[in-house]
């Protein structure tokens, strides 16, 4: 998919459409997670800290990401691949693999782009954005096709010319060339894909170890024979924050810890699993890192439990100079089973015990607790609010709902008030503004509404190599 988030953004929000948009975390350190083609015109890139983009493009729209919204398109991509092949690969929200051979289509170069081309309209027909195919032999090559295809494009590469196309390409194209590995092979003289295949495998294999040099210069080659894999099954589930303000009070890092771990636990049932490691993510003010785990005697879901090992392992922790960022994740997941509540139930009373005999330690649990409810460090996205909140905090790009005016978003907010727009993605037109008080009882939270009609039916089967 082309500029995913972004795009979704524009589609969504007409006044929007043609404009820069910039979607990712809108705090000091955040980080920009998408940039429109339109803000690209301006330097703005994935991953680049939000304050730069911000002196970048000034005038461009900055939005909080609306993770369902995208999930909810992705999921309609996704069936429009597994309608052609089994054999579908998502590597993210917005991008897949497909094997081909495992589907309907036939092994030939025409009939891989009529299928190509069909799916394109697919898309922008079930959703109103656009994607770029890449066709080929082998997932590398691939996946630089759909590359090369950006934006709202098609390319295939034939067999056989994978080697031409590379040699004289950067060796930054190649899967698992970062930076580091980047400089490396520049000192060592090698600075493009030809230039590594010349060197030899014995030449690879001694800067860059046995495993890496000898995958590297199979890939100089051309040569890509990982399979695309349907199925990956999660091996672990987290979250993590980071704050604008480094955090130096220990009460109050324990209390983003018990947060933290609630909203884990929270995702870890929603996928159905329970597990066995407790894993505790802190970076320090000098942005070293530091990771804990503890592994119970059997998998659990249970929050109470996760939040205790998440205690005990910050317990181990120098948060000394300030704390900058803080994680909580499960691993070794299992399936949810009927032998998880003994480990539970173990697990639980071993905790409570420890409480016990710590005195008041449950009491500073709740006050924990409470307080997290009322934290106001920003988070990727807004989370449904505690009942009984006195103040919402209305981020940018968020849907709302007015009881006169109907469905808008959020333009911005501050100094007790809050800017909506009113406008609605089948509009061709941009809604008009208007401003309230941030507490308006008339205005609460909404939900996306759809980009294209639902009673429209995508039509029939398409292919792609990544998108």
């Known amino acids: 998919m082309d500029a995913f988030f972004a795009a979704a953004e524009q589609a969504a929000k007409p006044s929007l459409r043609g404009k820069p948009v910039i979607v990712g975390g809108l705090g000091p350190r955040g980080v920009v997670a998408t940039a429109s083609y339109e803000a690209r015109r301006f330097g703005v890139h994935s991953a680049m800290p939000m304050g730069q983009a911000r002196r970048l493009a000034p005038n461009a729209a900055f939005l909080v990401p609306r993770f369902s919204f995208y999930r909810s398109i992705s999921e309609q991509v996704m069936e429009l691949l597994g309608r052609l092949s089994p054999l579908v690969e998502p590597l993210s929200l917005d991008e897949a693999f497909v094997d081909l051979e495992a589907g309907e289509v036939a092994d030939d170069s025409l009939s891989a782009r009529a299928a190509g081309e069909r799916l394109r309209v697919e898309i922008l027909a079930a959703t109103g954005l656009t994607g770029s195919v890449g066709l080929a032999g082998s997932k590398m090559i691939a996946k630089i096709a759909s590359e090369e295809a950006k934006p709202d494009g098609l390319v295939l590469i034939e067999p056989g010319t994978e080697r031409e196309l590379l040699g004289p390409r950067s060796v930054r194209i190649l899967p698992g060339v970062g930076p580091a590995t980047g400089e490396h092979l520049r000192r060592a003289g090698m600075t493009t894909v030809a230039d590594l295949a010349e060197a030899?495998?014995?030449?690879?294999?001694?800067?860059?170890?046995?495993?890496?040099?000898?995958?590297?210069?199979?890939?100089?080659?051309?040569?890509?024979?990982?399979?695309?894999?349907?199925?990956?099954?999660?091996?672990?589930?987290?979250?993590?924050?980071?704050?604008?303000?480094?955090?130096?009070?220990?009460?109050?890092?324990?209390?983003?810890?018990?947060?933290?771990?609630?909203?884990?636990?929270?995702?870890?049932?929603?996928?159905?699993?329970?597990?066995?490691?407790?894993?505790?993510?802190?970076?320090?003010?000098?942005?070293?890192?530091?990771?804990?785990?503890?592994?119970?005697?059997?998998?659990?879901?249970?929050?109470?439990?996760?939040?205790?090992?998440?205690?005990?392992?910050?317990?181990?922790?120098?948060?000394?100079g300030g704390v900058r960022l803080l994680g909580v994740g499960v691993s070794g997941l299992a399936d949810y089973t009927q032998e998880d509540l003994f480990a539970q139930a173990e697990a639980r009373a071993e905790a409570e015990a420890r409480a016990e005999a710590e005195g008041q330690a449950g009491d500073a649990g709740e006050v924990a607790v409470a307080a997290a409810?009322?934290?106001?460090?920003?988070?990727?996205?807004?989370?449904?609010?505690?009942?009984?909140?006195?103040?919402?905090?209305?981020?940018?790009?968020?849907?709302?709902?007015?009881?006169?005016?109907?469905?808008?978003?959020?333009?911005?907010?501050?100094?007790?008030?809050?800017?909506?727009?009113?406008?609605?993605?089948?509009?061709?037109?941009?809604?008009?503004?208007?401003?309230?008080?941030?507490?308006?009882?008339?205005?609460?939270?909404?939900?996306?509404?759809?980009?294209?009609?639902?009673?429209?039916?995508?039509?029939?089967?398409?292919?792609?190599?990544?998108?």
């Open 200 to 320: 030899g495998e014995d030449e690879l294999v001694r800067l860059l170890g046995r495993s890496h040099g000898a995958s590297l210069y199979r890939m100089a080659q051309g040569y890509d024979d990982r399979p695309v894999v349907a199925e990956r099954d999660a091996k672990s589930v987290s979250v993590e924050d980071t704050f604008d303000v480094d955090l130096h009070d220990r009460v109050r890092i324990r209390t983003e810890v018990d947060r933290l771990a609630e909203r884990c636990v929270g995702r870890l049932r929603a996928s159905g699993h329970s597990g066995r490691t407790i894993v505790l993510k802190v970076r320090r003010y000098d942005f070293s890192t530091l990771t804990r785990s503890e592994t119970l005697r059997g998998p659990t879901d249970d929050v109470v439990v996760v939040r205790e090992a998440a205690g005990r392992l910050l317990e181990a922790v120098d948060t000394t």
């Open 373 to 467: 409810e009322t934290s106001v460090v920003p988070e990727p996205a807004v989370e449904p609010e505690a009942e009984g909140a006195v103040e919402r905090h209305w981020a940018p790009g968020n849907d709302v709902r007015h009881a006169v005016y109907g469905a808008g978003w959020v333009q911005g907010s501050g100094v007790g008030r809050v800017t909506v727009r009113f406008e609605e993605p089948t509009w061709s037109e941009p809604g008009r503004v208007r401003t309230f008080a941030v507490d308006d009882p008339e205005l609460v939270p909404g939900e996306a509404l759809p980009l294209v009609d639902r009673g429209v039916d995508a039509g029939g089967v398409g292919v792609a190599g990544t998108g």
